[in-house]
C-alpha cells in the first residue's frame, strides 16, 4: 500500500481547506483509513478515521463539527474536507492505513503517507 498525501497550504482562520490521500494498494474491509496531524514541538495525534468498508466515521473532539472525513470511491481518495479552521489546527496532516483495532492509536497505524503541511494564520 502507498499513500499520496496532497491538498495543505496557508489559510486564514474561518477558510476552508481540503485534504486527499491517494491510495494505491490492496485495501482489506476490515481495514480504516485514518488521518493524524503533528504540530511544530508536539506528538502526532489522532485527527479522524474512516471505515474502508462502511460509512463509519470517528472524529477527535477537537474537530468534530468542522472536518469531516469520507472516501472517494471512484478515485480511491481519502478526503478531509476541514472547515471553519483555527491557528490550533496548523501542523502536518498524515493519511496512513489502520489495522481497524485501535483506531485512535498511531501504532495500529501503517504505512504512512508523506504529510502535508497546513498553516493557518492571519
Known amino acids: 500500500v502507498q499513500l499520496q498525501a496532497s491538498g495543505g497550504g496557508l489559510v486564514q482562520p474561518g477558510d476552508s481547506l481540503r485534504l486527499s490521500c491517494a491510495v494505491s494498494?490492496?485495501?482489506?474491509?476490515?481495514?480504516?483509513m485514518g488521518w493524524f496531524r503533528q504540530a511544530p514541538g508536539k506528538e502526532r495525534e489522532f485527527v479522524a478515521a474512516?471505515?474502508?468498508?462502511?460509512?463509519?466515521?470517528y472524529y477527535a473532539d477537537s474537530v468534530k463539527g468542522r472536518f469531516t472525513i469520507s472516501r472517494d470511491h471512484a478515485k480511491n481518495t481519502l478526503v478531509l474536507q476541514m472547515n471553519s479552521v483555527k491557528p490550533e489546527d496548523t501542523a502536518v496532516y498524515y493519511c496512513?492505513?489502520?489495522?481497524?483495532?485501535?483506531?485512535?492509536?498511531?501504532?495500529?497505524?501503517?504505512?504512512w503517507g508523506q504529510g502535508t503541511q497546513v498553516t493557518v494564520s492571519s
Open positions: 496512513a492505513r489502520g489495522y481497524g483495532r485501535s483506531l485512535y492509536q498511531i501504532r495500529d497505524y501503517d504505512p
Open positions: 494498494g490492496r485495501i482489506y474491509s476490515s481495514h480504516v
Open positions: 474512516h471505515r474502508w468498508a462502511d460509512p463509519r466515521t
